[in-house]
């Protein structure tokens, strides 16, 4: 049975990721509380005009030293570096956790927040969905990744149990299926192209040497009969990004049961 074996948030881009047990979908169709803030330059536009404002997010693409930072979040309102805290729900606890970052990574820059959809790669798109058993299968591909390994660097909103791997690849392409979660409801938007982060050990940001090369090949040679492979532009993508279509206001727990829906 297909159920959602965890949900997990981003609240600040680049940073590590928060389990939750429950996360409500947004009028915009990402999980509340997923990017929310992004360390930005000082001189970006502000975040409340229309257009990518995630084009100047800085995160794991631009610096690979936000990797060894030492972040969490307590609960996720509440940024932890290096032993300090700083709620983020104030402009104040904002500005201070912002020129603690900055100053960690070395950069010129301020801690933002935006309405959602925040500061996600695709504003017009929803969570990112992956299988229990695709982290399993790409772990099988390193001798150095576990599972866990591999779901730190993939960063993924929402992922599914009770499936086999490279289950989230069906949802794309002309003809594909939808899936449900609940009232939730789901489409396949594009398959995920992969950047350099998941090449980089989450707590160093040193890459692994070979990461992209052998990533290519298992990928080409495990792809799934049941996926359109005319829908993915390349084999250095792994994950769904998926869009609601219906929904929004509505929560997912864990546990959740998915079906597929044949249209």
Not at 148 to 167: I, K, Q, Y
Request: proline share 10%; hydrophobic share 40%.
């Amino acid at each position: 049975m297909a159920r959602i074996g965890s949900l997990c948030v981003f609240p600040v881009k680049g940073l590590d990721g928060v389990t939750v047990d429950a996360a409500p979908v947004t009028d915009a169709g990402t999980l509340a509380g997923d990017r929310e803030y992004a360390l930005c330059p000082p001189d970006a536009p502000p975040v409340e005009e229309p257009g990518d404002a995630v084009e100047w997010a800085i995160n794991g693409k631009q610096s690979e030293r936000i990797h060894a930072l030492d972040a969490g979040f307590d609960p996720p309102a509440t940024l932890r570096v290096a032993g300090e805290t700083f709620p983020l729900d104030s402009a104040d606890g904002r500005t201070a956790a912002g020129n603690r970052l900055a100053r960690v990574l070395g950069v010129d820059a301020e801690l933002r927040r935006r309405d959602p959809p925040g500061f996600v790669d695709r504003p017009d798109a929803g969570p990112t969905v992956v299988s229990t058993a695709t982290l399993q299968e790409v772990a099988s591909w390193f001798d150095a990744l576990s599972p866990a390994d591999v779901r730190r660097r993939l960063r993924v909103n929402v992922e599914v149990s009770g499936v086999p791997a490279f289950w989230e690849d069906q949802f794309v392409g002309p003809d594909a299926p939808r899936f449900r979660v609940g009232d939730v409801k789901f489409h396949g938007v594009e398959p995920c192209a992969r950047c350099v982060v998941p090449e980089r050990d989450p707590d160093t940001g040193d890459p692994l040497p070979g990461f992209r090369e052998r990533f290519v090949e298992r990928r080409s040679a495990t792809f799934p009969d049941f996926a359109d492979r005319d829908a993915f532009p390349h084999d250095y993508t792994l994950t769904l990004v998926a869009g609601v279509s219906a929904g929004t206001g509505e929560t997912m727990c864990v546990g959740d049961e998915l079906s597929v829906v044949h249209t």
